[in-house]
């Protein structure tokens, strides 16, 4: 009997340390710096001698940690926070393929012997309510990246593309996020595919060239907020087959170029100019524009500007419609004067010199008789100048 109360205690207390172990998941990755927690997560897994692969890697439990917390712990992801990502059992219906975290599925760490890694997360329809935070990085196995259908906001990260080394598919479409879509750091993951960014608030487009060395797929479609010139460097994205960029207010030429394009949709834009790629032209390739694009306005010419020099000959320059005056340039309209010490100044449009000042419109410059020009004021029309 004494046996059995022994057993049936220790059995309660294991249970619960593990219950207590499993909630706490994320609990060492809430801080502002996770290294600390981080490094002792992973020297308690490594006390063992023997090697077995077992858990996930400590950094992606880190990741996912971070992106579940900068969105309040949302309860749509099915046991995330609790126990371990990649192993363990779940009752979650659908989830064949998966891990007891709700859509994250895992592949063991080529490197390392211990853990997995994370390969997957398809979150699409799940309520997520806040960001895409800037610790949410390090998966070197993560292949497909699906966000779509929430309420995300922005800024986007910029900063943990680059860590996703391996990453082929990213859907972050039919969300609410706003500022730069930053292609130019996504440009950087050489694996990367597929990019569907419609149907969000994106201002703007950054992408200035290189890159994207696989890409086949980019659709940033209905982000009306989106303004700026139509980026001429993904003319030249070596394996990109189809583009589009319909309902954005993008302007601008569409350059030449476009070696594998197959499929460009660009109706609805806010202000694209001149003829279409020839592209268009070549067999097998869907334009969704068939004529032209009005001429884009002329470029804008050098500044025309006046040439003048100072009273020891030194050349400067004034605007087009300002004139020399001395040593300095008067805008248009205005009045060049000279002071006492014959230095000279300007007086704006209507008024006049008077000493050391000028006289606005609608007023008038006593001289006292006999008095020098420092002496000189303005006052109103109708106020009397002293004797």
């Given amino acids: 009997m004494l046996t059995a109360r022994w057993s049936i205690a220790f059995l309660a207390l294991l249970v619960g340390g ?31 001698e023997e090697v077995v692969r077992n858990s996930t890697r400590p950094s992606d439990i880190a990741a996912l940690c971070a992106l579940w917390i900068a969105n309040g712990r949302q309860g749509t992801l099915l046991d995330w926070g609790v126990g371990d990502p990649c192993v363990g059992t779940t009752a979650q219906p659908n989830n064949q393929g998966f891990g007891p975290w709700k859509g994250v599925a895992c592949v063991p760490c080529p490197a390392e ?41 922005g800024p986007m990260p910029e900063d943990n593309w680059v860590t996703f080394p391996k990453l082929r598919y990213l859907d972050i479409s039919y969300n609410t996020i706003n500022g730069v879509l930053p292609l130019q750091r996504l440009s950087l993951i050489p694996s990367l595919q ?19 060395r696989s890409l086949q797929t980019m659709d940033f479609m209905y982000n009306r ?29 569409l350059p030449e170029g476009w070696p594998k394009i197959e499929n460009l949709v660009i ?57 020399c005056c001395g040593d300095i340039c008067v805008g248009k309209g205005g009045k060049c004067c000279t002071n ?6 300007a007086c704006g449009a209507g008024s006049s010199c008077c000493g050391n000042a000028c006289a606005a419109a609608g007023s008038k410059c006593c001289r006292p008789e006999g008095r020098p020009k420092p002496e000189w004021y303005p006052v109103t029309q109708a106020t009397a100048c002293r004797a």
Wanted: aromatic share 10%; with cysteine.
């Fill in 18 to 48: 593990r219950a207590q172990q499993q909630q706490d998941a994320c609990t060492p990755f809430e801080a502002e710096s996770d290294g600390g927690a981080l490094l002792q997560v992973h020297q308690m897994a490594v006390g063992s």
């Fill in 113 to 153: 012997a211990r853990y997995f890694c994370v390969s997957q997360i398809w979150q699409h329809q799940k309520s997520l309510n806040g960001t895409i935070p800037e610790k949410f990085r390090g998966l070197t196995e993560l292949r497909w990246l699906f966000l779509s259908a929430n309420n995300l906001t």
């Fill in 194 to 212: 597929t990019v569907f960014a419609h149907d969000n608030h994106f201002d703007s487009v950054a992408y200035h060239g290189g890159g994207f």
């Fill in 340 to 345: 006492a010490v014959d230095n000279n100044f």
């Fill in 267 to 323: 109706t609805g834009t806010g202000g694209l100019c001149g003829p279409l790629p020839s592209a268009c032209s070549r067999k097998g390739v869907f334009c969704d524009v068939i004529n032209n694009f009005p001429n884009c306005p002329p470029a804008p010419g050098p500044p025309v500007t006046k040439h003048c020099r100072n009273r020891y000959g030194t050349p400067f320059v004034c605007g087009a419609e300002s004139s």
């Fill in 225 to 253: 907020n989106m303004s700026g010139v139509f980026p001429p460097a993904f003319a030249e994205v070596p394996r990109l087959r189809s583009l589009q960029i319909h309902d954005t207010n993008l302007t601008g030429p």
